[in-house]
C-alpha cells in the first residue's frame, strides 16, 4: 500500500499476517520526522489482536507492509 492511500483512523492488516491482528494508523510520519529517526515513510500504527479493542500496542510500519482489512 502506498503512504499517500493510508486514511488516519482506518483498520489495516499486516502483510506477513493476513488473518491475525489488527492495525489502526495513526499517523503517517516523514523520514526524520518527530519520533521517525529513519531514513524512510513510516505509520504509526495502534496493534491490537481484535478490531474492537481498547487497548494495543503502539508500533511502526512500513506502508507497503499494510493490506486492506476485510
Do not use: W
Not at 481484535?50 to 476485510?70: E, M
Amino acid at each position: 500500500m502506498r503512504a499517500q492511500d493510508i486514511i488516519i483512523g482506518e483498520s489495516y492488516r499486516l502483510k506477513d499476517t493476513p488473518h491475525y491482528s489488527y492495525v489502526k494508523a495513526l499517523a503517517v510520519l516523514k523520514p526524520k520526522q518527530a519520533e521517525n529517526t529513519r531514513a524512510y515513510i513510516v505509520v504509526k500504527c495502534e496493534h491490537t489482536v481484535d478490531k474492537g479493542d481498547n487497548c494495543g500496542f503502539i508500533r511502526y510500519f512500513r506502508p507497503d507492509n499494510l493490506i486492506k482489512a476485510t
